[in-house]
């Protein structure tokens, strides 16, 4: 994983002006577009889905995918019940000349997961709540200008934010666990704003690049002691706006299988998750 200081600064910037305009209803964002030669409008392809809380949510997951057989196919996914972010997509460059445009990009798939979480305690004991994102992926985007990024906030109500970033451009697997942490007493209110992309902006003639984080990105709560011991069942009842991140989720190996054998795989078995 690499990181410039240029790339670091401005995805902050945005994370932070994404929390900051958090609205207390939860909602599900998903979209992907393809613009090969910058000539638009129309793009060679564009899908959105949103699901807002009013005040919960009618759907636990949404998703939209497009593809154009032996082209480029992408896919963005939010599931609200694990809850997880997905995103995936591919592009293959068989023409003369490069493909795409650095300020527009070429393709680009995004998801974003936002809710309220409410912690209720019986006790009075201060304690320590833990936010994981487990990401897992694969990129294959030499010979291309691309990246993938991933976010994950928590903002208390009336309080300073708890954040991790990070931005992927090399290729190969990505293992990457962002972290979000808060002490909290008594009862609890906070924000969780999470969001994952894939983008390919420039590819070079004879080039396929692709990324695949469509096993990811789950996200794990866990509620602790100050010094990180586990609580009691029942010691705190965790609920969302949402309506569906109401339990806390159990946490699971940091380490998650992938769909190595491709996209196309990864797009005929995503239905049955």
Known sequence: MQQSSTIKIVLAAA????????????????????????????????????ETGTPEFTRSAIEVSDQQTGVWEYLARVDS?????????????????TLGDIELGALNAFASYTDTITLTPNTSDPYLVTIDMVVDGDLQIDGSSSRAGAGLIITPLGQLQSFDFSNYTTTGIVHDVL?????????????????LQFTISQIDPGVTASGDFSNTAIINLLITTLN???LPAGTIEVSSASGFFDTAPVPVPASLPLFLAGLVGVFNVRRKA
């Open 15 to 50: 994370l932070l002006g994404y929390a900051a305009v958090a609205a207390a209803a939860p909602e599900m964002r998903v979209s992907g577009r393809v613009e090969l030669d910058g000539t638009f409008p129309p793009f060679d392809s564009f899908l959105s889905d949103t």
């Open 81 to 97: 019940s694990v809850p997880k972010l997905q995103v995936a997509g591919s592009l293959t460059n068989s023409s003369d000349s």
């Open 179 to 195: 972290t979000a942490q808060y002490q909290f007493s008594g009862e609890a209110v906070f924000d969780l704003n999470s969001n």
């Open 228 to 230: 990180g011991d586990p």
